[in-house]
């Protein structure tokens, strides 16, 4: 089979096409048909080694972490799926591999993907959907009634953390472009910000919790909107002391974690909040409460117009790290 690899991290990396052995699934695994894989920042991150200290992984490396495809066939011990299943997965992340024809998957990370969706925008809810349900659930511990502010919440994360946490109860506050006001409108915010027009900061009342979506550049402004006690949680900034120590990873990864996460750390503090960083991990039973979530809500997420094969791998990469796409970039087989 074909499957796409890292042969060792670059600044400029370049995956290749290889024909390697088709897996065969182990005694809990189920080994899917590759219907379509996604393309996330994270790719990057991986490729350039800029997460080794998180996950480091022997070369080479079939990359991809999330797909939509069939079940061909279960390991000897599977009890939750059977052959022909059409499923959905965030792959562990110590074993990924989604740009390939075939990969052989954890039951414990695969989900039925959702009836109202196709293999295309069901390869877009994975990863998206668990960084969004670990955030809320986890690493926030949002209670109904609580409020949460997203900045840049218009796009792609936005379209499922709205509906996954107004299903969680909560009340959702969001900036982002004109573009996007109508549709968060649609899915229940209670406040939109067009941030060409007006600064949330200025304007709105302090939230329980803010999603940072943007990265270092937005730290002082949300911040200064949180309650005190509040927490802010980023996709982007990077880790600190408290995620190493949730991690549970070794002392010297902790000590590099508590040194680079020290700056946010004491801002965090000084604004009397907690500051969080989540690195999303693989969960079939969590998956199957976004599947349900997808389906009442009828959620629809936006795809890139573009189609890519496993030979063009490398034109996606660059469309997410240097374009500008118009949701999940994906990969067809």
């Known amino acids: 089979m074909q499957a796409a690899q890292l042969m060792k991290y670059d600044k400029h990396f370049k995956l290749v096409v290889h024909d390697i052995p088709k897996p065969v699934p182990h005694d809990h695994e189920v080994l899917v048909q590759v219907k379509v894989a996604a393309v996330n920042p994270l790719e990057h991150l991986i490729g350039t080694g800029s997460v080794k200290l998180i996950q480091n992984y022997p070369m080479p490396l079939t990359m991809g972490n999330?797909?939509?495809g069939i079940v061909t066939a279960v390991g000897s011990q599977v009890q939750q799926f059977q052959v022909g299943d059409a499923i959905y997965s965030r792959l562990p992340l110590t074993k990924i591999g989604a740009f390939a024809e075939?990969?052989?998957?954890?039951?414990?990370?695969?989900?039925?993907?959702?009836?109202?969706?196709?293999?295309?925008?069901?390869?877009?809810?994975?990863?998206?959907?668990?960084t969004a349900y670990q955030g809320f659930t986890e690493e926030l511990a949002a209670q109904p009634g609580q409020s949460v502010m997203i900045p840049g919440g218009s796009g792609s994360f936005g379209q499922l953390?709205?509906?996954?946490?107004?299903?969680?109860?909560?009340?959702?506050?969001?900036?982002?472009?004109?573009?996007?006001?109508?549709?968060?409108?649609?899915?229940?915010?209670?406040?939109?910000?067009?941030?060409?027009?007006?600064?949330?900061?200025?304007?709105l009342a302090p939230v329980d919790y803010v999603i940072d979506t943007i990265g270092k550049r937005e730290l002082a402004h949300e911040l200064s909107v949180l309650k005190p006690g509040g927490r802010l949680l980023s996709l982007r900034i990077g880790p600190n002391r408290r995620f190493a120590q949730q991690h549970q990873l070794s002392a010297f990864k902790t000590l590099l974690?508590?040194?680079?996460?020290?700056?946010?750390?004491?801002?965090?503090?000084?604004?009397?909040?907690?500051?969080?960083?989540?690195?999303?991990?693989?969960?079939?039973?969590?998956?199957?409460?976004?599947?349900?979530?997808?389906?009442?809500?009828?959620?629809?997420?936006?795809?890139?117009?573009?189609?890519?094969?496993?030979?063009?791998?490398?034109?996606?990469?660059?469309?997410?790290?240097?374009?500008?796409?118009?949701?999940?970039?994906l990969i067809k087989f």
């Open 257 to 329: 974690f508590s040194m680079a996460g020290a700056s946010f750390d004491r801002q965090a503090k000084k604004a009397g909040v907690q500051y969080h960083f989540i690195f999303v991990r693989s969960d079939g039973a969590q998956l199957a409460k976004i599947t349900r979530i997808v389906e009442q809500a009828n959620i629809t997420p936006a795809i890139d117009p573009t189609e890519f094969t496993l030979e063009q791998v490398n034109e996606a990469l660059a469309l997410v790290a240097t374009g500008h796409p118009q949701g999940k970039v």
């Open 102 to 130: 075939y990969v052989a998957i954890d039951e414990n990370a695969v989900a039925l993907k959702p009836k109202n969706l196709d293999f295309a925008h069901s390869a877009a809810v994975a990863l998206t959907g668990l």
């Open 66 to 68: 999330e797909l939509a």
């Open 161 to 203: 953390a709205i509906p996954i946490a107004k299903a969680l109860g909560l009340n959702v506050m969001v900036s982002g472009n004109a573009r996007g006001q109508a549709n968060a409108a649609a899915m229940g915010v209670s406040q939109y910000f067009n941030y060409k027009k007006e600064n949330y900061w200025e304007a």
